[in-house]
T-cell receptor
Framework: DGGITQSPKYLFRKEGQNVTLSCEQN?????MYWYRQDPGQGLRLIYY???????QKGDIAEGYSVSREKKESFPLTVTSAQKNPTAFYLC???????????FGQGTRLTVV | AQSVTQLGSHVSVSEGALVLLRCNYS??????LFWYVQYPNQGLQLLLK??????LVKGINGFEAEFKKSETSFHLTKPSAHMSDAAEYFC????????????FGQGTTLQVKP
């Protein structure tokens, strides 16, 4: 089945650690996105990529990094510089030139 | 800049009653508009979208929305609520430059009472 797979579903991080969230899609979409969701704040864009080896910062990129070495993969690293990383993270993808985004099931990150 | 405002963070209806979730947007260019639904601890699922053409858009699960340019609104409705409709609903507008980047409202939690 075509879709977007995020892993792991739940992730725990100690203070000062970097963690990487995985996002893989087999929809042959050119564009991929990372959003952060906090209660009552909707979804806020962290990073997005329209083509391989290129990506742009979103509204809240500080403390995060990404790579886009393959069309189907867009991993997100939450670095120790992110002061409040506990949140629900959603990955999405879409065809370039179209605006409908498809979402993964999310990763819930908790700092312990 | 584009933005979306959802009026009411929580809406409660009785089963069988009309569902109305409000969304207003601002955009300097013709918008593409979307409604998504999210169940607890899951991703977002597209309910319906407006791009061009007919202003009344029908989606899945009996939902529909009407694009009203003069009111800059895209309200979501369903004639008769079902218990399974209880979820969080997000309105979104497409970003500039046709990047596919979505700008979301704050979300509305729909409660359905038996």
């Amino acid at each position: 089945d075509g879709g977007i797979t995020q892993s792991p579903k739940y992730l725990f991080r100690k203070e000062g650690q970097n963690v990487t969230l995985s996002c893989e899609q087999n929809l042959n979409h050119d564009a991929m996105y990372w959003y952060r969701q906090d209660p009552g704040q909707g979804l806020r864009l962290i990073y997005y990529s329209q083509i391989v080896n290129d990506f742009q910062k979103g509204d809240i990129a500080e403390g995060y990094s990404v790579s886009r070495e393959k069309k189907e993969s867009f991993p997100l690293t939450v670095t120790s510089a992110q002061k409040n990383p506990t949140a629900f993270y959603l990955c999405a993808s879409s065809y370039s030139g179209q605006t409908e985004a498809f979402f993964g099931q999310g990763t819930r990150l908790t700092v312990v | 800049a584009q933005s979306v405002t959802q009026l009411g963070s929580h809406v409660s209806v009785s089963e069988g009653a009309l569902v109305l979730l409000r969304c207003n947007y601002s955009s300097s260019v013709p918008p593409y508009l979307f409604w998504y639904v999210q169940y607890p601890n899951q991703g977002l699922q597209l309910l319906l979208k407006y791009t061009t053409g007919a202003t009344l858009v029908k989606g899945i699960n009996g939902f529909e929305a009407e694009f009203k340019k003069s009111e800059t609104s895209f309200h979501l409705t369903k004639p008769s609520a079902h218990m399974s409709d209880a979820a969080e609903y997000f309105c979104a507008v497409s970003g500039p430059s046709n990047t596919g980047k979505l700008i979301f409202g704050q979300g509305t939690t729909l409660q359905v009472k038996p």
